[in-house]
């Protein structure tokens, strides 16, 4: 029994591509080795001690956390820091660290879809979609050498296409060039024109990866100076993004969605709030689970009847109240991405099966644990 860690982050990679990660965000496997077999996966937001002293602490153990442990500027994991010592305590126990955090709030489905699903939502649509910058990438290769240089592309990022990878085309010709003197070639003599079978090579990669993929074709292609044609192309909507907007099948009041939210999402100190006209009926909601009142423009341009989301501050709310109908339902940040969890577990579950036990944590990571008293009314 048991999976290599490997195989896992692939399955995880897939469904919750690194490339949809936030450019400040920090993604992926934390500690432990890619070649360890794991005997069972824990999913939970936080990675904390508490959830750490819950899990079974034999075997080799992975813990797939949303949030990410070491998100800020880090120079140490000394065991004597609170972060360094539960990392220290993982590697001694054979276990290892993996974190989806940006990457699944944008996936499809991912953390938003998690939350639409637990209140009863069929999504519709994307709130915030995220348009895919690539480019397409082609480059003339010497037959010989096409399986090099695709190959090298791949390992660079480059091939992916929704959830397939290794993706490119290609078409046989001939290429010509003189070398020149001062030039170094593989193929052919300084002023006698060389024509050489060659392979032209497409395939896409996100913008961002350019400087990346150059390195890797000048290394594996075994010309001086490669032919490469890079070409933008027109950015456009990825089916993923942040949010989720949804329907309920009826429509209800807002005191009675606001009601169906709070029996939906675990108990909190910070419990369910809500913003709105109690009898307005809610059956169009946009979702965001996290901190989302970044969103409370797009969920507005949504036309949607309610927003849920977790964090909302009360300048950002007050001025919403202000000029819209749109209802706001708040929720705790730990609740609103509790649901992300079970959908996790069951990515693993359907890829692995009984090869790999995978269970929810059920230790409570909301910061927040103490609510004061109601106070008395002495009127």
């Known amino acids: 029994m048991g999976v290599r860690l490997a195989d896992i982050i ?14 400040w965000d920090s993604v992926g496997l934390v500690c432990g080795d890619p070649d360890q077999q794991i005997d069972t996966v824990t999913v939970a937001v936080d990675a904390t001690a508490a959830v750490l002293d819950e899990m079974d602490s034999a075997g080799s153990h992975l813990l797939l956390a949303h949030h990410p442990l070491l ?38 489905p991912g953390v938003s879809d998690a939350l639409a699903e ?56 001939t290429g010509q060039f003189r070398p020149l003197e001062g ?31 150059f390195a890797a074709i000048h290394t594996a292609h075994p010309y001086e100076v490669p032919a490469v044609d890079v070409l933008p192309m027109a950015p456009v909507p990825s089916g993923t993004g942040l949010g989720r907007v949804g329907v309920l099948t009826e429509p209800e009041p807002l005191r009675d969605f606001v009601s169906r939210v709070r029996a939906a999402l675990p108990e909190t100190v910070w419990g369910t709030r809500a913003a709105g006209d109690q009898d307005a009926l809610i059956q169009t909601v946009a979702v965001c689970g996290g901190a989302g009142d970044s969103l409370l423009g797009a969920a507005v341009k949504s036309g949607v009847d309610a927003y849920v989301t977790a964090d909302l501050r009360h300048h950002p709310a007050d001025e919403h109240v202000r000029t819209s109908s749109v209802a706001l339902v708040d929720v705790a940040h730990w609740a609103s991405e509790f649901p992300w969890c079970a959908q996790a577990a069951r990515v693993l579950d359907n890829e692995f099966g009984e090869k790999l036990p995978t269970r929810i944590s059920p230790v409570r990571t909301d910061p927040w644990t103490l609510g004061g008293p109601e106070k008395e009314d002495n009127a």
């Not at 939502?121 to 050498?145: C, H, R």
Request: net charge negative; charged share 20%; aromatic share 6%.
């Open 118 to 173: 637990s209140l009863g939502l069929t999504v519709t649509s994307v709130l915030e979609p995220q348009f895919a910058d690539f480019d397409k990438w082609v480059v003339y290769v010497p037959t010989d050498s096409v399986e090099a240089v695709r190959g090298a592309m791949f390992e660079a990022g480059a091939g992916h296409l929704g959830a397939y990878s290794d993706c490119s085309w290609s078409v046989t010709g």
């Open 71 to 108: 998100l800020r500027g880090v120079d140490t994991v000394a065991a004597s820091t609170p972060k360094g010592a539960l990392i220290h305590r993982l590697i001694r126990s054979g276990g290892a660290l993996f974190t989806a955090h940006t990457n699944a709030d944008s996936a499809s």
């Open 183 to 213: 030039s170094d070639p593989s193929i052919g003599a300084h002023g006698v024109v060389e024509r050489v079978v060659e392979d032209r090579v497409e395939m896409v990669a996100p913008a961002r990866l350019r400087r990346e993929l």
């Open 10 to 23: 692939g399955a995880l990679d897939v469904a919750y591509p690194p490339a949809l990660a936030e450019s």
